[in-house]
């Protein structure tokens, strides 16, 4: 059964600190791995990865994928309170099929 | 161009009773799915929809019924709400780029919070 684990669940940090979240996935027919990070309401898109060791980047948060031992790290630097929010991870399998974790609820403290 | 909106934003159910939630999306895409969101459970898929009058069943589909009879609405339907329906519903549409063999990213609806009392 295909599967995304998420790791930690929670997260509390002071602003300024860096933080890792991780994503490890089994997945049959792996095409890519997408983050999304979600406040009071709809996930929104952050990165997708289908390349190993190819790092993106998007201001404080970078990304990277390891198709050799299954996983995936967020890392956001300097955070500040704006990046509360639960950070989802989901691996693509074919052409039509998401398969999800269960998310990191990140906090940041003032 | 609105992306994908869902109606309604709210509702409040009592056991038994029936309604339909209506997703719709202005972007041409192919596929279409029903998630619930419960606390610490992540996203779980209700049912999906790869095209135009084709659906199929996702991880947690006992209780619901869709339908797409045409390619930018999916409706999502509860026959008798029950209280373990209780949850947050969101819409997602996307596409697989021609000769790609891959998905985009999901596009979300803003969510529907359903209670059922």
């Known amino acids: 059964e295909d599967k995304v684990v998420q790791s930690p669940l929670s997260l509390v940090v002071h602003e300024g600190d860096t933080v890792t979240l991780n994503c490890s996935y089994e997945?049959?027919?792996?095409?890519?791995l997408l983050w999304y990070k979600q406040e009071k309401k709809a996930p929104t898109f952050l990165f997708m990865l289908?390349?190993?060791?190819i790092e993106k980047k998007s201001g404080r948060l970078s990304s990277i994928l390891d198709k050799k031992e299954l996983f995936s790290i967020l890392n956001i630097t300097a955070t500040q309170t704006g990046d509360s929010a639960i950070y989802l991870c989901?691996?693509?399998?074919?052409?039509?099929?998401?398969?999800f974790g269960t998310g990191t609820r990140l906090k940041v403290l003032a | 161009n609105a992306g994908v909106t869902q109606t309604p934003k709210f509702r409040v159910l009592k056991t038994g009773q029936s309604m339909t939630l209506l997703c719709a999306q202005d972007m041409n895409h192919e596929y279409m799915y029903w998630y619930r969101q419960d606390p610490g459970m992540g996203l779980r898929l209700i049912h999906y929809s790869v095209g135009e009058g084709t659906t199929a069943k996702g991880e947690v589909p006992d209780g619901y019924n869709v339908s797409r009879l045409k390619k930018q609405n999916f409706l999502l339907g509860l026959e008798s709400a029950a209280p373990s329906q209780t949850s947050v519903y969101f819409c997602a549409s996307s596409y697989s780029p021609r000769g790609q063999g891959a998905l985009t990213e999901q596009y979300f609806g803003p969510g529907t919070r359903l209670t059922v009392t």
């Open positions: 997945v049959t027919n792996f095409r890519s």
């Open positions: 289908t390349s190993s060791g």
């Open positions: 989901a691996a693509t399998s074919g052409t039509y099929k998401y398969i």
